[in-house]
């Protein structure tokens, strides 16, 4: 395999442009790039979650996911390659069903929990939501396939159930959202 990185500064950068795999040069700051940013830190943020010594199952899940999403970004700058399809999709969707069938049903809300792991599942979440955003804004100037939106949507679904998987594993009591809190006052 040959060296792909031999220089990480290349200072083609500097005027504010980056290059897509096509050799096309688009401003930093354009949709397409932004989506792939956003893409980038939910895929960091995943690797958060595995530092907190999930359980094997969830690990492997999580470090495949991370291979889906360079995928994700390699088709936004490459838009000829299609890496992401239906299958995939359908193959998160089986992965929620699968832990969800361990789970309560939900009746009320459920707030991110104190337990550090499961809150950066939720922080993940709310990550991977922004992605999908950024994806479907960056969709009305770029053609980007419905598969790529899609997948970035039950991933956010998939993160959900992992966050209560995560609590459930750890032995952690969920806090229901109470519209009718009455609010502590200090001593």
Known sequence: MSNRLTKIYTRNGDDGSTG???????GKDCLLIKAQGDLDEL????????????????????????????????????????????????????????FNQDLTPLKEFILPSKDVAVAHCHVTRTVCRRAERSLIESARENEIRTELIQYVNRLSDLLFVLSRIIELDRNCASTYWNKDLILPEPD
């Open 43 to 98: 895929n960091s943020n995943i690797a958060c979650i595995r530092a907190h010594q999930t359980n094997k199952t969830i690990e492997t899940l999580l470090v495949a996911i991370q291979h889906h999403l360079f995928n994700i970004g390699g088709e936004l700058s490459a838009p000829q390659c299609k890496f992401i399809n239906s299958k995939d999709t359908i193959w998160l969707e089986r992965w929620i069903d699968f």
């Open 20 to 26: 897509l795999a096509t050799g096309e040069r688009v």
